[in-house]
């Protein structure tokens, strides 16, 4: 595999399956004079999808090298599209150009040069591995159009800009795009971008991972112009890969198209129908609802730069004579299975030699540390942990910063629910669980309760985002952002629920708080109350159901 700066493509190495070439090329090639652009063709099986189109349209074969043009910055990957277009079409090969797409893209529409389908793969690349040079015009081509690009932009961001900037006022987009697109915080200016410059938007997912080998949910999103200021956005889920084979473009029309929130929320949305996208808009402002930001401060972990070192096991500890010298910690998920973390649940991991005790040293100079703690240093210095980059950037190496002690706990990466975790045994977590802070005078037991209910866990799914293992993953200022239905909550019996949770049973549970936070508390009818729970259910199977998709293997 070429190093990242040469633009390998999101697949991280691996190519696009081409049943996705075909389908990208089928839909946005509709004549046989259509124009097309590939804007990092690697080694050209897109390229070869849109020659086989068309052809397919009667295209005569020696004009596919004026019809068809890729751009690829590798001069091997490049090499090799030019070879692959060449053996299936004769004598007339594609134009394939070696160089930055941006700086194609500067040129072309200084040149006033457009095209009527662009189709691709674009590069998944992190901003820290995006050449500078090529990053400094891509930032500038997205700033031409109003956006503002930042440290937290991936390649794929610009790509997709710049290609739009180069479709025809009637033209198609369609491209393989990471699941991302749909839900960070980061692609929303670009949500926006898109709802303003196609008159309709098709995004296609699929239950399967479609990429072997790698945890990255895809979509293939469908962009067309027809000059219409009408805009609409419709959600297609497939099984898996087999079946682009058989899905007949001319039925995308007849799929549900859904009006566009010219916004930035989140595209998670868009899997819900009509109705139930209604609801969630309509109650995102009810007057009853409280955003959880008002009640509490949610913060990372700690960050010990090592948790092998810094977070032991109690026969780990005693072996290095540490007991004075360390604070009580939570590090998994898992260890949270109630409502409650209380002392018998910290007493039981450390009984299970779960690591359960946080190294905290005094902030003292080497010098001054009792001698067992100096000995343990000493053995971290050894095995190089003080030159890792959280530890190196502290004052002391070997003093773990932040580790106040929350008063409760919140899930930063959910399976099936979110749920906030009173604090009853003084212990701090690891940067895997959120610390809460109360905030404006509102108990934890009230907090903890209203997080509990069918509305709150729907709104999670579409404010949180989640990646391909399935995990929903909710940041502090995701966190701070879901609404929550205190009225009534303060009645709630916090230790029934901690039963029900720690056997599993959620539905018991919100049997009881949707009826009084949610029909009692918010005036919301028993249908509404349902298609709440539905949609929380939907968007929960959806995220939690991805499956390599075996086919991948035949193609």
């Known amino acids: 595999m070429k190093p990242v700066a040469t633009y390998q493509k999101l697949r991280g190495g691996y190519y696009t399956p081409e049943p996705i070439a075909d389908f990208l090329a089928n839909w946005a090639i509709q004549s046989p004079d259509t124009t097309v652009l590939e804007p990092s063709c690697g080694d050209g099986i897109i390229l070869a999808s849109a020659v086989k189109r068309l052809i397919q349209c009667g295209a005569k074969r020696e004009v596919i090298a004026h019809l068809v043009r890729g751009v690829e910055l590798d001069p ?10 060449l053996a299936m079409n004769a004598a007339y090969p594609a134009t394939v150009e070696t160089r930055d797409f941006f700086t194609y893209c500067q ?109 990255q949910e895809v979509v293939l999103l469908l962009g067309e112009k027809n000059g219409s200021d009408h805009t609409g956005i419709r959600t297609i889920e497939l099984d898996g ?17 859904k009006a566009m929130d010219h916004s930035t929320e989140k595209w998670t949305m868009y899997f819900l129908n009509e109705e139930e996208l209604a609801l969630l808009r309509r109650l995102k402002n009810h007057p009853k609802l409280t955003t959880a930001g008002y009640v509490i401060d949610v913060d990372v972990g700690i960050v010990t730069g090592l948790n092998e070192f810094f977070v032991l096991t109690q026969e780990q500890v005693e072996k290095h004579a540490l007991m004075p010298y360390t604070q009580r ?107 809460v802070k109360l905030r404006n005078g509102v108990p934890a037991r009230t907090v903890a309760a209203s997080f509990l209910n069918s509305l709150t866990f729907a709104f999670s799914e579409v404010i949180g985002r989640s990646y391909g293992g399935g995990v929903l993953e909710l940041e502090p200022n995701e966190a701070e952002k879901l609404p929550l ?71």
């Open 241 to 257: 890969i087999d079946d682009l084979r058989t899905y007949e473009h001319t039925t995308l029309a007849r799929e549900q198209l």
């Open 485 to 555: 239905p205190l009225i009534g909550a303060d009645a709630l019996n916090l230790d029934e629920f901690d039963a029900l949770l720690r056997e599993n049973n959620i539905s018991a549970a919100l049997d009881i708080t949707d009826r009084v936070l949610l029909q009692d508390g918010l005036g919301l009818s028993s249908e509404e109350t349902a298609m709440l729970r539905a949609i929380w259910q939907k968007l929960r199977d959806r995220r939690i159901n991805r499956k390599p998709d075996s086919a991948l293997k035949r193609v």
């Open 329 to 435: 910690i939570v590090g998994r998920s898992a260890q949270l299975p109630g409502i409650r973390f209380s002392e018998e649940d910290w007493l039981a991991n450390v009984e299970k030699q779960s690591p359960a005790f946080l190294v905290n040293p005094p902030d003292e100079p080497f010098y001054r540390l009792p001698e067992s703690l100096q000995e343990y240093v000493t053995s971290g210095e050894e095995r190089g942990i003080n030159k890792g980059y959280k530890c190196r950037i502290r004052n002391r190496w070997y003093v773990v910063p932040s580790a106040w002690v929350p008063q409760a706990f919140m899930l930063r990466q959910v399976h099936h629910y979110p749920k906030i975790v009173l604090n009853d045994a003084a212990a701090t977590s690891t940067d895997t669980i959120h610390r």
């Open 107 to 215: 040129e072309q529409l200084a040149k006033n040069t457009h095209f009527d389908a662009i189709i691709g793969n674009p590069p998944f690349v992190r901003y820290q591995n995006f050449p500078e040079n090529h990053r400094a015009i891509a930032f500038y081509l997205m700033q031409l159009t109003g956006l503002h690009p930042n440290r937290l932009t991936n390649s794929w961001v610009p790509f997709l800009v710049a290609s739009t900037m180069l479709l025809n006022k009637r033209g198609r987009l369609a491209m393989v795009i990471p699941a991302e697109l749909l839900q960070v915080n980061y692609a929303a200016e670009l949500r926006y971008f898109l709802s303003q410059h196609y008159s309709y938007i098709t995004l296609i997912t699929f239950k399967k991972l479609v990429f072997d080998g790698i945890q």
């Open 76 to 85: 091997e990957e490049a090499q090799k599209a030019v070879e692959r277009i």
